[in-house]
């Protein structure tokens, strides 16, 4: 399935570009750098990458310092850097690597690039490694958090970040709409039952049970419709939203 069709989203990505850039912890030279390592795969994507980074910028200020903000911004940029098609157990360390090597890089560049090296390794580590509730560092809980629920914001950004999955799991749209994203369900509740999400992300994305309800009221031929769109389409969130949720 890896020569199937689908269209990337180059206008939403340029928007979260500038939102990152807005916060001036990052210059275009640091995006351009992250960008060329991001294959062209439905899901684990370059526009993926931003929307997590994005979720970095909504942190607590009273709680985090900015070396600390710029970090975790980092590591979220990079933190799928080199995924191939489908998800591998070395994808973490294939990530580090180039972020290390990357983010050094760019060190050299600018002795003024001040970040903690030991809030990029270890968060980046956590972000596809199961067993979550071993990680016993802040960073780490905060960035899976964001990476894995970076589609529970509400019913519009779980369909147009999540209908990606559905390629990258080789499904048809009716049984990834169906029973796949209904398992992803059943493991995510079983995660947030056993493993409390930190409370940074929380105070970040608190409406993630809702999704679930509001997605099941959703007909099917509805979900299919929207899906095709965003497959065949260079639509932008906002258009998506205005299309398919106008009051929402």
């Not at 760019?106 to 956590?126: C, D, G, H, P, T």
């Not at 048809?172 to 029973?179: G, H, I, S, W």
């Not at 099917?220 to 929207?226: E, N, R, S, T």
Request: proline share 2%; aromatic share 18%.
């Amino acid at each position: 399935m890896n020569d199937i069709a689908w269209t990337r989203k180059t206008r939403q990505e340029k928007i979260l570009e500038e939102l990152i850039l807005s916060s001036k912890l990052v210059t275009e030279d640091v995006l351009s750098e992250v960008k060329k390592y991001y294959k062209e795969n439905p899901f684990h994507t370059y526009l993926h990458a931003l929307k997590v980074a994005s979720y970095v910028l909504y942190l607590n200020p009273n709680e985090f310092n900015l070396i600390e903000i710029k970090s975790l911004l980092l590591a979220a940029l990079f933190h799928d850097a080199g995924h191939e098609w489908k998800t591998t157990q070395l994808d973490e360390f294939i990530s580090l690597n180039i972020a290390l090597k990357s983010i050094d890089e760019l060190v050299k560049k600018n002795k003024n690039f001040w970040i903690n090296w030991s809030i990029v390794r270890n968060s980046i580590m956590w972000t596809v490694f199961a067993s979550r509730w071993k990680i016993g560092n802040r960073y780490g809980k905060i960035l899976w958090d964001f990476d894995i629920w970076v589609i529970w914001e509400d019913i519009v950004n779980f369909l147009y970040y999540s209908f990606w999955l559905c390629l990258e799991f080789w499904q048809d749209p009716e049984t990834f709409l169906t029973m796949g994203q209904k398992g992803y369900f059943k493991y995510l509740m079983w995660v947030n039952r056993d493993i409390i999400i930190s409370e940074e992300a929380r105070e970040v994305l608190p409406n993630s049970y809702f999704v679930i309800t509001e997605f099941c009221r959703i007909a099917l031929k509805d979900k299919i419709k929207m899906f095709e769109t965003v497959k065949n389409e260079d639509i932008t969130f906002d258009e998506f939203k205005n299309n398919f949720f106008p009051n929402y």
